[in-house]
């Protein structure tokens, strides 16, 4: 028993000592599983995933735009060897994300809350710090390396093998795997801050960033409550993205000792390249009003209990009940 035991704290120091890679950023050693040639593989594969998923906006210019505040950004930053990709998404949803390797998701739906290019630029230096800081990879190397040590103990100590080992495993794994969610958060909000000064924006629109997903957070909340669902938050597939009040506490100290010498705004060139940016659901893909989905197109009209869930993706539609024990969903059949 010992000697297997022994066998297995050598796998798994082994394990970590093969997966260590200098951090771009802070230049410590991190826990990483594949070289920048697979990360950005992974995010080629990822962005096909994301475009089935939503659509591009098809609008070129404001791509080309987006895309230029983008890579000035990406040029200032700590990974400026990458090639960065920036996508408009038609979509409604309050949202930006980011890929392993330099693709960057920024969708209509939070464009249209925004007030200057400034702000634009602080979510998309945002989202650049997720990929500089390598936070995709370091999650997926995590989930890797918690999946090869259950596996590793299971072949090298078979008592170990049972469920409730299993059990206890998967708890401390998604224990670790979502203890990164807020710090991954902060540090993205830090180094946007960086990319804003170095880029000769003003870092404090990261501070209004916060502030207004804070506000839209509140508006959603009470809306949720006539409507009688869960209020939708930015990030909101993370639990432990950190709330906006935490966040707008950390990205005060760290904005406010940053400064720049006549920084950009561009108001009026971001209220220019956005004029008849759509807001809410598109016509194209049906609405939803009062618990009923629309499309015109379709010449179809669905009403669904007051209490029920209703939402309206690209290509699907998903209504679930307000106890969860139904669900209702509708896809879209691809053209042959």
């Given at each position: 028993?010992?000697r297997s035991?022994?066998?297995?704290?050598?796998?798994?120091?082994?394990?970590?000592?093969?997966?260590?890679?200098?951090?771009?950023?802070?230049?410590?050693?991190?826990?990483?599983?594949?070289?920048?040639?697979?990360?950005?593989s992974?995010?080629r594969?990822?962005?096909?995933d994301?475009?089935?998923?939503?659509?591009?906006?098809?609008?070129?210019?404001?791509?080309?735009?987006?895309?230029?505040?983008?890579?000035?950004?990406?040029?200032?930053?700590?990974?400026?060897?990458?090639?960065?990709?920036?996508?408009v998404?038609?979509?409604?949803?309050?949202?930006?994300?980011?890929l392993?390797?330099?693709?960057?998701?920024?969708?209509?739906?939070?464009?249209?809350?925004?007030?200057?290019?400034?702000?634009?630029a602080?979510?998309?230096?945002?989202?650049?710090?997720?990929?500089?800081?390598?936070?995709?990879?370091?999650?997926?190397?995590?989930?890797?390396?918690?999946?090869?040590?259950?596996?590793?103990?299971?072949?090298?100590?078979?008592?170990?093998?049972?469920?409730?080992?299993?059990?206890?495993?998967?708890?401390?794994?998604?224990?670790?795997?979502?203890?990164?969610?807020?710090?991954?958060?902060?540090?993205?909000?830090?180094?946007?801050?960086?990319?804003?000064?170095?880029?000769?924006?003003?870092?404090?629109?990261?501070?209004?960033?916060?502030?207004?997903?804070?506000?839209?957070?509140?508006?959603?909340?009470?809306?949720?409550?006539?409507?009688?669902?869960?209020?939708?938050?930015?990030?909101?597939?993370?639990?432990?993205?950190?709330?906006?009040?935490?966040?707008?506490?950390?990205?005060?100290?760290?904005?406010?000792?940053?400064?720049?010498?006549?920084?950009?705004?561009?108001?009026?060139?971001?209220?220019?390249q956005?004029?008849?940016?759509?807001?809410?659901?598109?016509?194209?893909?049906?609405?939803?009003?009062?618990?009923?989905?629309?499309?015109?197109?379709?010449?179809?009209t669905?009403?669904?209990?007051?209490?029920?869930?209703?939402?309206?993706?690209?290509?699907?539609?998903?209504a679930?009940?307000?106890?969860?024990?139904?669900?209702?969903?509708?896809?879209?059949?691809?053209?042959?």
């Amino acid at each position: 028993m010992l000697r297997s035991i022994s066998f297995l704290l050598f796998g798994i120091a082994a394990l970590v000592l093969a997966g260590c890679a200098q951090n771009p950023v802070t230049g410590k050693q991190d826990f990483v599983m594949m070289s920048e040639a697979q990360e950005i593989s992974l995010g080629r594969q990822a962005d096909a995933d994301v475009r089935k998923q939503y659509k591009v906006y098809p609008n070129p210019a404001l791509q080309a735009y987006v895309d230029r505040v983008g890579q000035k950004l990406a040029t200032h930053s700590h990974r400026n060897n990458l090639r960065y990709r920036f996508t408009v998404l038609d979509s409604p949803e309050i949202n930006a994300f980011a890929l392993p390797g330099g693709y960057v998701y920024i969708t209509r739906g939070i464009m249209a809350y925004l007030n200057s290019e400034a702000e634009m630029a602080a979510v998309l230096g945002h989202e650049i710090g997720h990929v500089t800081a390598r936070h995709g990879v370091r999650q997926q190397s995590a989930s890797q390396a918690a999946n090869l040590g259950i596996q590793l103990a299971s072949i090298l100590v078979p008592e170990l093998n049972n469920q409730a080992f299993h059990d206890v495993s998967n708890l401390l794994g998604g224990a670790l795997l979502s203890g990164y969610g807020r710090e991954h958060e902060l540090e993205s909000d830090r180094l946007g801050a960086q990319y804003l000064a170095r880029t000769a924006y003003d870092p404090q629109a990261m501070i209004r960033v916060v502030g207004v997903l804070k506000n839209q957070e509140l508006f959603d909340a009470e809306i949720a409550k006539q409507e009688g669902r869960e209020p939708r938050r930015y990030h909101g597939t993370f639990a432990t993205h950190p709330d906006n009040d935490t966040r707008l506490q950390q990205v005060v100290g760290e904005a406010g000792t940053l400064t720049v010498e006549n920084p950009a705004e561009n108001r009026e060139e971001y209220l220019r390249q956005t004029a008849g940016l759509i807001f809410g659901d598109s016509v194209d893909e049906g609405v939803v009003r009062d618990n009923r989905f629309m499309h015109r197109d379709l010449g179809i009209t669905l009403t669904f209990p007051a209490e029920w869930s209703v939402k309206n993706l690209p290509t699907q539609l998903v209504a679930i009940s307000s106890n969860n024990d139904a669900v209702l969903q509708f896809m879209l059949d691809p053209k042959p």
